[in-house]
């Protein structure tokens, strides 16, 4: 039967989509302990029903696109653990099918459609677990980054996600790497940054950042996330003005995490009265990323009118 829903391009020239939120703390609400390097990739191999179920909270909230638990999921990352690149692959492709799975039980329960599946992709400093996707910079060539890349996201494409989520990147080297990576796949995809006062996490103008993308017909949306609330307002607007493209914006909580207490600090700063001036500026895939939970994205969804 061929699907008569629109895809995610045309759904988000029709108005705003909800994105989920932080699928990390949904998972470390329901008990899971994901202090590891791996982070919610591990659950993958090990309890793949909690990332279904953790996706089926942000759906049942509102959500109409649920991010894939594969941010820090690499062939790579996984050999470190002894996980040979054929089974890498299963679970890589694994991901997508758990995010297909929780649509089919929100469907089934009646949440209103379509979903879709956006397939998570993190930058190069995600797989090192040393916080260096906040840095950028790391030394390596555009080529050698694309050809990390690229393996990864021909198992992501070949399992059929409605969109590549390239999220959290910290730096133009690795967005160019990223573009180029994409090609030829088949499926569309988004590029979002991780930024900080007005610049990327390296420290390049927001303008040039978004340019790479202007002109990559592949990539559907632009704009940041795993960010300050407060960075994203002004990005927002950057964004669509430099690239004529639907804009993608989901920040965090506002909280700050102590290291040395190990808690996070401080008040939200992500309320739902912030997404109208997203929406206006031109944001069209709007959600949360680290610590925005399920209340939240619902009560953004009820302010977009879904």
Request: hydrophobic share 50%; no cysteine.
């Given at each position: 039967m061929v699907s008569t829903s629109p895809t995610l391009a045309e759904a988000l020239a029709a108005g705003p989509v909800v994105l989920d939120g932080g699928l990390s703390n949904q998972l470390e609400s329901a008990g899971h302990d994901l202090s590891d390097a791996l982070w919610s990739a591990r659950l993958l191999a090990?309890?793949?029903?909690?990332?279904?179920?953790?996706?089926?909270?942000?759906?049942?909230?509102?959500?109409?696109?649920?991010?894939?638990?594969?941010?820090?999921?690499?062939?790579?990352?996984?050999?470190?653990?002894?996980?040979?690149?054929e089974e890498a692959?299963?679970?890589?492709?694994?991901?997508?099918?758990?995010?297909?799975e929780a649509a089919r039980r929100a469907l089934?329960?009646?949440?209103?459609?379509?979903?879709?599946?956006?397939?998570?992709?993190?930058?190069?400093?995600?797989?090192?677990a040393d916080g260096s996707e906040y840095r950028g910079r790391y030394g390596l060539s555009v080529d050698q980054l694309e050809r990390f890349h690229r393996p990864r996201l021909e198992v992501l494409a070949a399992a059929r996600p409605d969109v590549l989520a390239l999220e959290t990147v910290p730096d133009t080297d690795e967005a160019h790497a990223l573009l180029r990576a994409v090609r030829g796949l088949g499926v569309p995809a988004y590029l979002s940054y991780s930024v900080a006062g007005g610049r990327t996490r390296a420290g390049q103008p927001l303008e040039e950042a978004f340019a790479a993308a202007a002109e990559a017909d592949e990539v559907i949306a632009v704009g940041v996330n795993c960010c300050a609330p407060d960075d994203a307002d002004r990005a927002v607007e950057i964004a669509a003005r430099v690239t004529g493209k639907p804009v993608v914006v989901y920040p965090n909580s506002g909280e700050s995490w102590d290291a040395e207490a190990r808690e996070w600090c401080g008040s939200p700063a992500f309320t739902a009265d912030r997404v109208a001036a997203w929406a206006a500026a031109g944001a069209r895939l709007i959600g949360g990323c680290c610590r925005v939970g399920p209340e939240a994205i619902a009560e953004l969804a009820a302010g977009l009118g879904r």
């Open positions: 090990e309890e793949p029903e909690a990332v279904v179920l953790a996706h089926l909270a942000y759906y049942e909230a509102g959500a109409q696109v649920a991010i894939t638990s594969s941010y820090q999921a690499t062939f790579e990352g996984f050999a470190r653990r002894g996980i040979g690149a692959a299963v679970l890589l492709g694994r991901s997508v099918e758990l995010a297909r089934a329960g009646g949440v209103a459609g379509p979903l879709y599946v956006a397939a998570s992709a993190g930058p190069y400093g995600a797989m090192l």
